[in-house]
């Protein structure tokens, strides 16, 4: 089945302690995004990747970094987490030219 | 101004209803455009592509203004199945991996 996995689904954290949530496509997808969603704010991209070892900043960078290192996964890491950054995470991928993405199922990111 | 603005409602109608829903967008060098549907807690999924000749998909109807910047969305014959976030969605243009930007969104609830 044709999907994007993201893991965990559910987190609780402390601030300051680095954590990952994983992110990986079984379709091949170049281009991989991040976003976080917050309640009066929509959906807003953090960092996107193109193509392997290719990524660039969206519109919330700040405390969050990303690698691309093979095609199918994009991790997406906060070295210092803090209360703000409490939100809902989705990892999304799509091909060149592709009329729209596929998105992950969330991660629920509770920093406290 | 916000790149993509929607009516974030909330819109209740009754079972059978029609419904439409607009969107704005600022960035006329827009290329594509899209309607995403996402239920409570749960990831976006695409609706359809608006087309600017508009297109029909069942029960739901897209039309895109280029010269006003606006889109719509139709549905007719609600159900409550239709109850959802419905997210107007546009791609930028110049490049094929054009990055999406998401409108909050707008609420509908069908109800018996």
């Known amino acids: 089945e044709a999907q994007v996995t993201q893991n965990p689904r559910y987190l609780i954290t402390v601030t300051g302690k680095k954590l990952t949530v994983t992110c990986s496509q079984n379709m091949n997808h170049e281009y991989m995004s991040w976003y976080r969603q917050d309640p009066g704010l929509g959906l807003r991209q953090i960092y996107y990747?193109?193509?392997?070892?290719?990524?660039d900043k969206g519109d919330v960078p700040e405390g969050y970094k990303v690698s691309r290192k093979e095609k199918r996964n994009f991790p997406l890491i906060l070295e210092s987490p803090s209360p703000n950054q409490t939100s809902l995470y989705f990892c999304a991928s799509s091909h060149p030219g592709g009329t729209g993405y596929t998105f992950g199922s969330g991660t629920r990111l509770t920093v406290v | 101004r916000k790149e993509v603005e929607q009516d974030p409602g909330p819109f209740n109608v009754p079972e059978g209803a029609t419904v439409a829903f607009n969107c704005t967008y600022s960035n006329s060098a827009s290329q594509s455009f899209f309607w995403y549907r996402q239920d409570c807690r749960k990831e976006p999924k695409l609706l359809m592509s608006v087309y600017s000749s508009g297109n029909e998909d069942g029960r739901f109807t897209a039309q895109l203004n280029r010269a006003s910047q606006y889109i719509s969305l139709l549905i007719r014959d609600s159900k409550l199945s239709d109850s959802a976030t419905y997210l107007c969605v546009v791609k930028a243009g110049g490049t094929s991996y054009g990055k999406l930007t998401f409108g909050q969104g707008t609420i509908l609830t069908v109800h018996p």
């Open positions: 990747s193109m193509n392997v070892e290719v990524t």
